[in-house]
């Protein structure tokens, strides 16, 4: 269930000629695709059978005021503290949301999450207020009109360089258009694998029942597994409670990781109440096998003061990365060139030269991005060396953040910070 604001015109033809902001999945990324082994899941199969992912994934859900603020813009701001991601390693799958009819992601994030080997989707909803319904069931009046509105969909992600849709039908319609919907879900995924390639994604929001009825099932059930079956996965409503993963897992077998618990950041009933605590919600996904989907992570943005979002930011993730852990390496051979941009920067640098000393905000000018971590160094016997965790009474420690106070290309570089392990408290 997911707050409202606005809606946009009716669907139109989309140009042939594709905007030049687009950058392309790197390959290793894209080659992660449909398993087409047998059986599992909510029903036919129609997702992809074994399981679009194989193991579990972390999704985040960006709704952040409205959408479309200074992220929009291609050439970016002078705002080098807006909101934006660079733990590009824990993510999976981004989505950019808004309560627009046809939601395209910007040009910066798509350029961003594609050179950290993350797939982007749009979000395609209609909603029950306003005309909402309405316009559902006039692009659902027939077979016919279903497949072309999944047709003009595939032709703007085509268009716009991105993967896929979050498709979110969060209305009720006439019981007798729902095989139309279902027609709309497995259409639009057939022809996203067609046009934009065998790791293009389309995810059914757990809405709208197969009796057309607007009802979260906050789990995988008969009631939604008609579009789970036509759609590549499941991002479950956000209000499922302690024993809803160990039933979802049940319900989809070996498709249990092509289903995302929803987590409402801001806690808006979600298990484990979101916010700092979303790891809790993260653990019961996980260890039932189960991807999780991150809605509104920029809580950390909105409900703080803006001078302490990065502090935020690190510390948010770093939450999640205790549970979750990184994806697996998305660069699988050398060399590898960065300058560890992050999309900001308080002055521009060139070859370890200041060029400018205007602050500045682009998504798109974001490198691989490094995962912030500590390093605890091990000396004490063969083969030892580097690994990840604090120890607060073993050797020191190697700190690895981003800073903005100093670069050799861009706005920002790594800064190493070695610091001595914590004295033990003695007791007595």
Known sequence: MLPSTTSTTFLKEVPNSPP???????????????????????????????????????????????????????QGSANPGFFRLWHWDQIDVFIYFSHHLVTLPPPGWISAAHRNGVRVLGTFITEAWEDGRL?????????????????????????????????????????????????????????MAAVVGPHALVV?????????????????????????????????????????????????GSRAADVFMGIDVFGRGSYGGGKDNCPVALSAARSEGLSAALFAPGWVYEEFPRDSFEQRQEAFWAGIRAVWGPRPALLQRLPLVTCFNGGAGRAVWLEGRRVSSAPWFNLAAQDVVAATTVLQAETDGPGKGAVIGPSPTGPPQLRVRPTQQVAFCGGCCLALQLSPPEEPEVEG
């Open 135 to 191: 316009r559902c069931e006039a692009l659902l009046a027939s077979p016919a009109a279903a497949r072309h509105t999944a047709d003009i969909l595939t032709s703007l992600a085509a268009y716009h360089g991105f993967e896929g849709w979050l498709v979110n039908v969060e209305n009720g319609l006439r019981r007798e258009l729902v095989p139309n919907l279902i027609t709309f879900v497995g259409h639009l995924r057939a022809r």
């Open 204 to 252: 059914w929001y757990d809405a709208v029942t197969s009796d057309g009825r607007l009802a979260w099932q906050n789990g995988l059930t008969p009631l939604n597994a008609p579009f789970f079956d036509a759609a590549d996965a499941l991002f479950v409503n956000y209000t499922w409670g302690e024993a809803a993963p160990a039933a979802v897992a049940a319900a989809a």
């Open 20 to 74: 030049q902001a687009a950058v392309t999945m790197p390959r290793a990324e894209a080659a992660g695709t449909r398993d087409t082994g047998g059986g599992g899941g909510g029903g036919s199969g129609g997702g992809g059978g074994g399981g679009f992912w194989g193991r579990p994934r972390l999704l985040v859900c960006h709704d952040m005021m409205g959408g479309y603020l200074e992220d929009r813009l291609v």
